[in-house]
């Protein structure tokens, strides 16, 4: 294996760690540990630390400590917001080119779990995030996609969000959003998006005033 493919591969462990909760945010990390969990040398695994930073998953301080940037509540919120109008545009697309196999499968998802269904948080993240691409397929936007990545995964590295462990409003939500773009109904569609992001801001004010 190459020095480029470890560093790789340790930029995809760490970051994953970090997405997970498994390295908490404000965490302080160490070169000589996380060169020992990860089996590698210094060299590759700077490699991938450098990387992280120009993410801005992790920060460097003035006395060369490495942290893991925590996500302020406010930053969770403008993510939201920001994703409210790029979304409810691409549900209001998507149902005028009509609905989709990807978006049907992932109904049935939605349903089983609209009926009460248990689900782990990192599951239905998953699942959550295929809800949200497949309306960006559905609606022919190519850069979509890796913008919603890129803010999914800040997203999650607020706390607040894996305090959550009910998922039967948020799947009714998705279900109205593709029913809507089913129907052909572009301004049901934008709607339907547009209150999911209202209840997810409304869900996560709610867990921070516990």
Not at 156 to 176: G, K, L, N, Y
Not at 193 to 210: I, P, T, Y
Request: glycine share 4%.
């Amino acid at each position: 294996m190459t020095s480029e493919t470890l560093a790789q591969a340790a930029y995809r462990r760490i970051k994953q760690d970090i997405l997970q909760g498994n390295i908490r945010p404000d965490t302080v990390l160490s070169e000589r540990e996380l060169a020992e969990q990860q089996g590698i040398s210094r060299t590759p695994l700077r490699s991938a630390l450098s990387r992280l930073e120009r993410e801005r998953v992790i920060t460097r301080l003035q006395n060369g400590v490495l942290l893991v940037r925590a996500v302020s509540v406010e930053q969770l919120i403008e993510i939201v917001q920001l994703r409210q109008t790029l979304e409810g545009a691409a549900a209001a697309r998507a149902a005028e080119f009509g609905t989709t196999p990807e978006l049907m499968e992932v109904r049935d998802v939605m349903a089983a779990y609209a009926n009460g269904r248990n689900v782990a948080f990192d599951d239905f993240w998953a699942e959550d995030d295929r809800f949200h691409i497949a309306v960006a397929h559905a609606a022919r936007l190519e850069l979509l996609p890796a913008i919603l990545a890129e803010q999914r995964a800040i997203a999650r590295r607020c706390t607040i969000t894996r305090t959550h462990d009910r998922f039967a409003d948020q799947a009714r939500e998705h279900i109205a959003v593709i029913d809507a773009i089913a129907a052909g109904d572009a301004d049901a569609a934008r709607a339907a998006m547009s209150l999911h992001f209202e209840n997810v801001r409304a869900r996560f004010l709610g867990w921070l005033s516990r």
